[in-house]
């Protein structure tokens, strides 16, 4: 790749600030104009063009009031726009607030609000953004739901461009128009636990603590609805997307990413240190500066200064962090960009980079070198945008390995006869089937993974539902060091917990069920005894009804529901059992809207990808989008492998195999949802799919059960692995058989 680094950094920010621009937005979103007037108010960095494109697309007369940052304004025709100081409000922005909170008033049951929404002592104290927004709302007129309440009873609608970590309503611009969780006591503990005394009359004011902000269930927020026309995720999407135009594998570290800049960078530099060459690390969230210092620069420039700091002049590796109002923290620059000779020439201009973050003063170190990134005000924000190129790719075979297989990036092809044409995908198979083998707590040594290496494993899998990183980057090492001994490739798959529903803990590690008796399934974390446990997942009561059926421990134990309520299920036991820690919940035919990737498979992909596995297992996929949504995360030259565990995933096969790298079938949990006698139809089914399209195919569960504890598999055991084989398999997987079970080496061919 011939393209200047920092162009291609730059290319990455623009493509995420024009996914949040109102005009590309926000017009989707728009409700249908109502029978009475439209009023559109609104405060933030972004109001003033949210309102030029509300005006640009609605059918009808509007009126309104918007107050955004001096600087900010841009023409509009009927709406007003006022602007005042950010994040310190002045006697502009107070008196534009009044007028906003009287508009709201005066609207009746046929007319729209439309509220459009995208700092001080806590700015310095290196607060998280829900904490100063905790203060804010009880200092405000109009925020912490007091607008949505004055707008009352008309239509509300509020349409915002998130610019905080998680998405959350109740943070977006302080949440002027959603139920208030937060109350006067905990705005005065932020401030006492940053030791925040002044001024007196903020202080005064909040002791007093006179109304509260409307709550969960004030009728008057009862019929709000809350849009959120763009986010951070979706501007990293869009990096990630010009990132692979220009031959980059782009890796999101996550869009919620908080805490001190300069630790933030450090966690960032380590994983820039490790990655695979050609790479781009993407990030968002809100990064804190806790200022000790008298120098000048926000929390951006602060990040990337420590991020140089810690790379030390490593080579090939450029960065920017700038945040996506054009303003970090409160300094004229978006942020900064670093380079593997930033501190040399730093160095050379008389610059100690060590110091100038000591002081603070970021904004002084990059002014000197010219490396200050400059957009003006970009009229949108979509919080902190963070971006590592890890060298260039160079060229990039067209071919990956997976589990044994070369792989071509060639689609396949087969006319009327079956046979490949000139442009099929090719599929080099060996004479035998491959296995992948688990490595756990009984095969964490190299000699036991030596072993098992010579008497035939292909593949070894991490399983992220157990496992400390540490742990996995341990036996990931051990792998790599047989694969150098032996001078033969080894693959590496890192198999993701995904939406796995778990029940929590137990007071002695387990407990007993009795046929016919009385178990509560409650939302919490307490530890459970044999009458009940905690469940931390409150999406699933909203599922249940009675008469549902619910399975733990891989349907070992059955429970039918007898009562509900949004919290917990009054169960009966139907198939007694000794239920221990964390075992898996199923709901049989049950969909729930849960995230094929979860928080905690990001964090555990971001760490997997830094070690440099091959393979990339996805969980409980149950559609396409499952898929589509991984592929934004994982870089091309690492497979994702689609495991197929839910029933739902039948019904759209051969698109998830169209769009998956390989496809595991997964029968364990499949297996509980499926009665037993459809789970070999099934396995049969995504066999010839798989091979159809020229996938990979894993049959993974229950491959070897008995050889946890026996020295030879059952017959039952025996036929079953060859049966797989004889289909067309693959490969073959082990889970328990390799991880915690007695064989640990065996000649499994």
Not at 81 to 103: F, Y
Not at 177 to 191: G, K, Q, R
Not at 276 to 300: C, D, F, K, Y
Not at 312 to 331: L, N, Q, R, V
Request: with cysteine; glycine share 10%.
């Amino acid at each position: 790749m011939s393209e200047d680094p920092r162009i291609i950094l730059r290319r990455l920010l623009d493509a995420a600030l024009a996914s949040a621009r109102p005009a590309r937005c926000l017009p989707p979103h728009l409700p249908e104009p109502p029978a009475g007037r439209t009023v559109v108010v609104g405060a933030g960095k972004a109001a003033a063009t949210m309102a030029q494109a509300v005006e640009d697309h609605w059918e009808g007369p509007l009126e309104g009031l918007v107050v955004t940052r001096y600087g900010h304004r841009v023409p509009t025709r009927a709406i007003e726009v006022v602007e005042a100081a950010h994040p310190v409000p002045d006697a502009g922005g107070r008196e534009a607030a009044a007028r906003i909170l009287a508009m709201a008033e005066g609207l009746g049951a046929d007319d729209l609000a439309l509220c459009l929404a995208v700092t001080g002592a806590l700015l310095r104290s290196g607060a998280a953004i829900g904490e100063i927004n905790a203060v804010r709302k009880h200092l405000s007129a109009i925020k912490g739901g007091r607008l949505g309440g004055a707008c009352h009873p008309a239509r509300l609608v509020s349409l915002l461009i998130s610019d905080v970590p998680g998405d959350d309503p109740a943070v977006i611009g302080s949440g002027p128009t959603v139920p208030d969780p937060t109350t006067f006591a905990d705005a005065l503990a932020v401030l006492r636990k940053y030791g925040i005394d002044e001024p007196a009359a903020v202080i005064r004011h909040l002791e007093q603590g006179r109304e509260e902000t409307p709550e969960e269930g004030d009728p008057r927020l009862a019929g709000a609805e809350t849009l959120i026309v763009a986010t951070p995720a979706m501007a990293l999407a869009a990096a990630a997307d010009v990132a692979r135009e220009a031959g980059y594998a782009p890796i999101i570290l996550g869009d919620a990413l908080e805490g001190e800049a300069r630790d933030l960078a450090g966690v960032h530099a380590a994983l820039a240190r490790d990655a695979a060459p050609g790479t781009i690390l993407l990030s968002g969230g809100e990064a804190t500066v806790t200022v000790t210092g008298e120098g000048r620069g926000g929390p951006n420039a602060e990040y990337a200064l420590a991020l140089a700091l810690a790379l030390d002049g490593a080579p090939g590796i450029f960065a920017t962090a700038c945040d996506t109002d054009g303003i970090d923290g409160t300094e004229d620059n978006a942020g900064a960009v670093v380079a593997p000779d930033t501190l040399a020439r730093g160095r050379a201009s008389g610059e100690d980079a060590a110091a100038r973050l000591a002081a603070n003063d970021a904004y002084g170190f990059f002014a000197a070198l010219g490396d200050l990134v400059m957009t003006g005000p970009t009229l949108t924000n979509v919080n902190d945008f963070r971006a590592i190129l890890v060298s260039h790719p160079g060229t990039r075979e067209g071919k990956r390995r997976v589990c044994g297989l070369t792989i071509d990036r060639q689609r396949r092809h087969a006319d009327n006869g079956g046979r490949e044409t000139a442009e099929a995908r090719v599929v080099r198979r060996h004479r035998r089937a491959k296995i992948v083998a688990t490595l756990g707590p009984s095969s964490s040594d190299e000699a036991i993974v030596r072993a098992l290496f010579e008497t035939g494993v292909d593949v070894f899998r991490l399983n992220f539902s157990h496992g400390t990183h540490a742990e996995h980057s341990a036996r990931h090492a051990l792998v790599r060091a047989v694969e150098a001994e032996a001078g033969r490739p080894i693959g590496i798959l890192a198999d993701l917990q995904g939406p796995k529903l778990r029940i929590g803990t137990f007071r002695g590690g387990e407990a007993p069920l009795a046929q016919g008796q009385r178990f509560t399934l409650g939302f919490g974390d307490e530890p459970g005894d044999r009458t009940c446990v905690g469940v931390p997942h409150a999406e699933i009561f909203a599922a249940l009804a009675p008469g549902a059926e619910v399975l733990l421990d891989d349907g070992k134990v059955r429970l039918r529901v007898a009562a509900c309520g949004p919290d917990h299920a009054e169960t009966v036991v139907v198939t007694p059992g000794v239920l221990s820690d964390r075992k898996g919940l199923n709901l049989p035919g049950v969909t729930l809207p849960i995230d094929a990737v979860t928080l905690k498979d990001r964090e555990d992909l971001a760490f997997a990808l830094s070690l440099g596995v091959d393979w990339v297992a996805l969980s409980f996929v149950q559609g396409p989008d499952d898929i589509a949504s991984a592929r934004r995360l994982v870089p091309d030259h690492v497979a994702i492998v689609a495991k197929l565990e839910k029933p739902a995933a039948l019904d759209c096969l051969e698109e998830i195999v169209e769009l998956s790298d390989a496809i595991m079938v997964a029968r364990g949990d499949l297996g509980v949802e499926l009665a037993p006698e459809d789970v070999p139809a099934a396995q049969k089914r995504i066999v010839h799919a798989a091979r159809t399209a020229g996938k990979p195919v894993v049959i993974a569960t229950q491959m070897l059960d008995s050889m946890m504890i026996a020295p030879a598999p059952t017959r039952a055991e025996a036929s079953d692995v060859a049966t797989a084989v004889y289909d067309g398999a693959d490969a073959l997987m082990l889970s328990g058989e390799s991880a915690p079970g007695a064989i640990r080496a065996k000649r499994w061919r």
